[in-house]
């Protein structure tokens, strides 16, 4: 009544499965590059970072000045019960204070177990790029700023500096 089958579609299949892993294995390998950047503005500066560094994006709130803090760090606030430094990254980066407008906003990133805000002039889009597109800073990224960002990414519309969060958030100035 029962018929015993033979192995020979089973084999087909593990064949199948092999050749649909490798692919899958191939795909994945090409996206391990690629990453999504929250862009923002810092000055006329289009910069970025990897989105999954940012906790949250907030407008400026309520803050209390610090004595004796570097001129770059307007001060503290409390969010949701957590104590956040927020620094002017326009003044950190030696691009300037960063004015004050209604599209200002606060990026808030974890660092080393504690939350700093970085007050940028506005935010852009989530770009999604190939690292391997990444190019060298130009020449004139060296100086003060050139050593907070790890490279460029060219858009249709000019360039995104990546920045080294790590770099930019050490007191070293």
């Known amino acids: 009544?029962?018929?015993?089958?033979?192995?020979?579609?089973?084999?087909?299949?593990?064949?199948?499965?092999?050749?649909?892993?490798?692919?899958?294995?191939?795909?994945?390998?090409?996206?391990?590059?690629?990453?999504?950047?929250?862009?923002?503005?810092?000055?006329?500066?289009?910069?970025?970072?990897?989105?999954?560094?940012?906790?949250e994006i907030n407008k400026l709130m309520m803050m209390t000045k610090v004595p004796q803090a570097p001129d770059f760090v307007l001060g503290i606030l409390n969010l949701r019960g957590q104590i956040v430094t927020v620094i002017d990254l326009g003044k950190k980066l030696g691009m300037g204070e960063t004015d004050m407008s209604l599209e200002l906003r606060n990026v808030i990133v974890n660092s080393t177990g504690s939350s700093v805000g970085l007050l940028v002039k506005k935010i852009g889009d989530v770009v999604a790029v190939n690292l391997t597109n990444k190019e060298q800073p130009p020449a004139n990224m060296s100086g003060i700023q050139g050593k907070f960002f790890t490279g460029v990414y060219k858009k249709e519309n000019g360039l995104i500096g990546i920045l080294d969060i790590n770099k930019v958030l050490s007191m070293e100035e």
């Not at 089958?5 to 092999?18: E, S, V, Y």
């Not at 294995?25 to 950047?37: D, F, Q, R, S, Y």
Request: charged share 30%.
């Open 1 to 55: 009544m029962f018929e015993k089958r033979t192995g020979k579609i089973g084999g087909d299949m593990d064949k199948t499965k092999t050749e649909t892993q490798t692919k899958t294995e191939i795909k994945t390998e090409a996206e391990m590059n690629v990453v999504e950047l929250a862009t923002f503005y810092v000055g006329d500066a289009l910069c970025g970072m990897n989105i999954l560094q940012i906790q």
